[in-house]
């Protein structure tokens, strides 16, 4: 089946999208490629038989099926095609990337779907965000995880670059990975995301990273990103605009090669 994605994709979440009737791929290896990953993530996704009274999108990741509860009229609430592509990629490099009793932090986690995969997959987890999110985020973490990991994640307010050394002393706080999906979009805070990521790296913690590049203002960011961190590129969706990385510390990344498959 061919998957053909809008250039107007940002503004659209993944509640209810068709995709299909939209642009096809350029027919070439590239983005044939592209095409073919894009589709296997994306049948990833199922949805209820029958209307609920709450939005939710149904996920098979790390052998389990995961229900998300979404709220559409928040960002932060509904997910995102870059949590789906860190997902996928935490599951098919599971063995490369063995997260089982790993220490992560999942900063602006929303929905929880990244952290409920990496739960599931035996990382300790703690799952993040603004205090207004943490309801449905802690909803949706425990009814997709109790019972089902090895370590049950935690739930906790982190608003970036705000009391971070109260929350998050760099004494006792140590994470193996940071993840993030789509944190760098058209909002006033990107410094304060930056200070973020530095304060809960230590010189061997390695951040993943899916981003969707949208204006020029936010890809700026990448590039202030690299003044602290060595960024590489793990995979690249051209049709999605999405970018995955892998990020150190500067001077600590060792070669490690990383893709995506099917």
Partial sequence: ????????????????????????FPDNTREKEDEQIVAE??????????????????????????RITEATDCYGAVVWPSALVLCYFLETNSKQYNLVDKNVIEIGAGTGLVSIVASLLGALVTATDLPELL??????????????????????ELSWGIDLEKNFPRSSCHFDYIMAADVVYHHPFLDELLLTFDHLCKNDTVILWAMRFRLDKENQFVGRFQTLFDLEVISNFPSLNITLYKAMRKGRMKARPSKLTV
């Fill in 41 to 66: 993530i994306m049948r990833r996704r199922f949805f209820p038989a029958l209307i609920t009274h709450k939005a939710w999108e149904g996920f098979h990741f790390a052998g389990h099926e995961i």
């Fill in 135 to 156: 309801g449905n985020l802690q909803h949706n973490v425990l009814q997709n995880t109790k019972l089902k990991c090895k370590n049950q994640p935690h739930v906790k």
């Fill in 1 to 24: 089946m061919a998957f053909r994605i809008s250039s107007q994709l940002e503004r659209i979440p993944l509640t209810g999208l068709c995709w299909g009737g939209w642009i096809s």
